[in-house]
Structures are given as structure tokens and as C-alpha cells.
């Protein structure tokens, strides 16, 4: 399988890190395009082909991706429209607000044909493995999808959904690794307030973070029995909890996540 990468900036760039990680994806079948001399650098020596001309990275490969600003979607669909085949190979559209319906506009010939198309919003995450993406097929079949799926659970986890689905995992998995930083962020703050070196609530933190996830991905419980675990009358963990939920955690949580569909 040959994948063509175009625009390998933070999103482009973090998936070409991940499939470079894989042992199913040779280097030499990804391919990288990008104008900036920096982004090239870095791929250079790698074993992966770098290109600086959209068309030449599309040539040859099974599945091409646009990663690049929603902006600019349009500008680089007509820059290898005229490469790519439409019979044979696959294109997945990393851009959070393009529509399925825009797309095919732009990738409109005149003569009613259109390629396999997915939309994929994936996280930062991707660059090691640990994705939540999100994939919806417009022009494709159950084999094709499959292909596709399998392909991003090699760099995380993917769910299938519909494009009307797309804003709400966008901001509940791309944004909300941000999110889930933030909270890292404040509680390693809160950690060296109360006596610990700035690297070792850090590593506190993360580490309690990191064990949260696991316990909830390997017992299924919902948050609230394990939260009932560690919570005893009259404790300082109901204590700590009820003065967060005071300053408006989790309404500002739910808050955050339904603004980032705006």
C-alpha cells in the first residue's frame, strides 16, 4: 500500500510519524509533500519520498491525503486534479469543517466521475500510535471502508460515523486532546503549589492520568464507580471533588465541547 501525504505540517506531519512507526508501512511507500524547506528536512533521510510539487507525490500512490488547512482544500485539490485517478485511488480530506458535498465540487471533471472519498478528522496523537479518529465514507464501498479502517487502527483507534457526526468527534477527540492537556497543565500547577518540584508533578500527573485511562479501558466501568472507590465519607477526595465541581468543572467541561461545534 502507497501513501501519498500532502501537507505535512502538524497534522499531516504527526500521520507520516505514525506510519513510520508501523511494521505493516514501508518508508518507501510514503510519500510526503510540502512547500516548506523546513517540513522537507525533516522527512529527508527517513526513506520516505519528499516532494515539494503536490502532483508528483500523488503519482503512483493507492491512498492520497490532504492534510492542510480547510482553506487551502480547495487550492490543492485543483493542483492535482489532473493526477490523480479517479479509478484507483483513494482520497481522504484531513480538514475539520469541509464538506463532503464541497469536495466533490472541486473534484467535479464534467464528466459525473469522482474517486473513493473519505473525510478523516484524527488527533495530534496520531504521530504515536494513539489516535481517536474519525472517518466518514462519501463515495465507497464496505471493502473500501474496511481498507481504510484498517489502515488508521494501525495508528490508533477509528470510528466510523456520519458526516453530520464529524463537528461533535472533532471536538470530543481533536480538540479535546488539547483539553485533556489543559488539565495536565493546571493540576501539575496545583502540584508544585502544594510542595512538588515542577517535573515531578508533572510525571505525577501524568502518570495518575495515564492509570485512569487504563482502569477505565480494562475494567468498561463508567468513571463514577471508580470514582466511588477512592471516595469515603468524609475523605479529602469527596472533598477535593465537590470544591471543583463548586468552581464549575464539569458544566465548563460540557461547556468547552459545545463550543468548539460553533
Request: glycine letters at 10%.
Amino acid at each position: 500500500m502507497k501513501i501519498s501525504i500532502i501537507g505535512a505540517g502538524a497534522i499531516g506531519g504527526a500521520m507520516a510519524d505514525g506510519l513510520l512507526m508501523t511494521q505493516d508501512i514501508k518508508p518507501s511507500d510514503i510519500s510526503v509533500s510540502d512547500p516548506s524547506k523546513a517540513v522537507q528536512k525533516r522527512f529527508t533521510g527517513r526513506g520516505v519520498n519528499v516532494f515539494a510539487d503536490n502532483s508528483k507525490a500523488v503519482k503512483g500512490a493507492d491512498i492520497v491525503t490532504i492534510a492542510v488547512k480547510p482553506w487551502l482544500v480547495e487550492t490543492v485539490i485543483k493542483s492535482i486534479i489532473d493526477a490523480i485517478d479517479y479509478d484507483h485511488q483513494t482520497l481522504v480530506v484531513i480538514a475539520a469543517g469541509v464538506s463532503s458535498a464541497s469536495i466533490k465540487k472541486w473534484l467535479d471533471k464534467g464528466d459525473f466521475r469522482q474517486p473513493r472519498l473519505f473525510l478523516c478528522i484524527p488527533n495530534t496523537a496520531i504521530a504515536i500510535r494513539e489516535s481517536m479518529t474519525f472517518l466518514v465514507p462519501v463515495n465507497a464501498t464496505p471493502n473500501d471502508t474496511k481498507s481504510i479502517v484498517k489502515l488508521f487502527d494501525l495508528l490508533g483507534q477509528t470510528i466510523v460515523t456520519e458526516e453530520h457526526s464529524l463537528a461533535a468527534g472533532t471536538t470530543l477527540a481533536s480538540c479535546g486532546i488539547a483539553y485533556a492537556m489543559r488539565y495536565v497543565r493546571a493540576a501539575t500547577e496545583g502540584g508544585v503549589e502544594i510542595g512538588f518540584r515542577a517535573a515531578e508533578a508533572q510525571q505525577i500527573v501524568l502518570q495518575t492520568v495515564k492509570g485512569a485511562v487504563s482502569l477505565l479501558q480494562a475494567t468498561g466501568n463508567h468513571p463514577e464507580a471508580e470514582i466511588d472507590k477512592v471516595t469515603t465519607a468524609g475523605g479529602v477526595t469527596i472533598k477535593g471533588l465537590n470544591e471543583m465541581e463548586n468552581a464549575g468543572f464539569t458544566s465548563s467541561v460540557i461547556r468547552g465541547l459545545k463550543a468548539g461545534l460553533k
